[in-house]
């Protein structure tokens, strides 16, 4: 099976000299959930922002479908966006829009700018929109301004802005970072189901390892830059557990 | 390897900026410490030396403030590193980040103390003498009559004026509207360009930024009094030319306001759209512009209710509305009719103000 996206020696030194990846090698196979551990400062969101196109790389090459995205511009750029969606830890909807106009702005990159300014979004977007809020269990809320939800109700709608780009991949970068641990597994419950029923891809960043075993079905470790792990998350014994984490570590459990 | 290597650097570079940072900081204290001494010894040399009469000669003080300065800089050098006096510059400009101690002597002993007070008690003796500073003129007996009669006169107004007054001051806030009304949106527009988070990209829009910035900068230093002279030779005297004052006024001032606003927005929306594949218009659209339609929206309210006062003021330079009346009364020394008008102006200036406040905080 060809991987849906390879990323190949990606470097990426940011302007104030931080180099925050080293090249990092590795694939993504179709249908896959993907996770990818690391300590704080270890790349892990540089990496994501590489993939979404939101950073270039400075060095090293990400291929999507066989195709060499790197350094994608204009429309290239905007068929790359559309379809790898990415959901972040603060949610980054838009605070003074509807719950339903959020998850609209997934539609944005194929409704003509004046169009789309005028909110003349095409029935079909809004079905798709409103049967994605549906999935993500807020239907209920679609007419309530964004910024009065809860922040695992945010994720929700921005994990439905995401789905209505129809896209291929899914980035997540800490999606539960700033959750409860409850509401961290009704999204992240979400996030696979995203998975399992609609067949995407799924590449997300954690921080908790026992949320890893749960939901990964391959985890890569990043440190300092570096690819330093690459396996099945039962592979990833106490010894790894140390190299990743360092010495000091300790597994925290959250349930 | 690599891995070393890469540290050793990070540590370099940051022990590199430390060392930057603390001669730039030596710098700035060294150039207020040659400020402060250059003119006290100016000060001094002014009070000791010969009277001058007529102007002062530019040559011989320029020449002489660059020596002072240079002196001054290196007396306080000599102070810091070679006595380790502290300086006030020093003391301004100390960080505690670089583990600078707090000095620990008594507050009459410290240098820069007595380099402060000496600073202010000379500035204060030459402030004196240049605005004719007079306990005399004040107690002036004559002087106390006229504002006696000026005063009576404001206080006892004449009513017969009011009519006009009254169709003056609407003028002036109708100025005041078209003025605000025409900028907002060319503001609005400018002030995307203006702001630096959005402008830096790449050198081309930063040039733009660059010079707008520069441009809306110095239409803005210029007073709105300034313009309502060039445009009343322009367009010829009244409230058109009182208008396009406050309008060119209003453009520069609200595009600073607005531009502040767009650069204070959050990141998250913006990055949240950019995500989804949206073009540079949409991102503004759906990102920036629901973060700034009601901040946006106060100031322009506040824009108005600042133009209500200025066009006043315009109309004392032929802007046209009540400054017109205003500057007519009190040339022809009728004070009556100058209190009706101080009594309008009060009135109208106060309602727009409550009005402007309370409407900025409705829709907050
Ligand atoms: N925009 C930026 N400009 C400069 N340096 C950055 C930028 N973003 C991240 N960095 C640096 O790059 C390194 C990697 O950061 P990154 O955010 O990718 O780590 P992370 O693994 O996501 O960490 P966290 O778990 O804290 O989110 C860090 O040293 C960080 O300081
Ligand atoms: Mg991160």
Redesign the interface.
Known sequence: MEPILQVRNVEKTYDNGVKALKGVSFDVNPGEFLVVIGLSGSGKSTLLRCINHLHTPTGGEIHFKGKNITGAKGKDLKEVRKKVAMIFQHFNLVPRLSVLDNALNGALARTPTLASIFKQYSDEDREKALEYLDLVGIREKAFIRADQLSGGQQQRVAIARSLTQSPEILLADEPVASLDPATCHTVMDYLKKVNKELGITVVCNLHFLSLVRQYADRVIALKQGELVFNGSPDDITDEWFQTIYGEQAKEVHIN | M??LN?DASGMD?SVSQMEKKKVDVAFKSLVLDAVIFWFLALSVISMVGPETEGYIDLQYYSFLSLGLLVVGGALSYVLQAKASIKTLGQSVFAMPQFGDEQSQTAWYLSFSNWELALAFVFALKSGIAFTDFSLIEIFDANGIEGVKRILTGILTPDFHILPRAIEAVVQTIFIAFMATVLAVPIAFVLSFLCAKNIMSGNSFTFGIYTVLRLVTNITRSIEALVWAIVFTVWVGVGPFAGMLALFLHSVASLTKNFSELAEGISD??V?????????P??VV???VV??IVLPYTAFAIYRWDINVRMATIIGLVGGGGIGDLLIEAQGQLRWGEVGTLVIVIAVVVWLMDAASAYLREAIK
Do not use: D, H, V, Y
């Open positions: 690599s891995l890469s570079s998250g929306p990055e949240g759209i950019k995500s989804t594949g949206a073009g218009l949409q659209w759906f990102a629901p973060q």
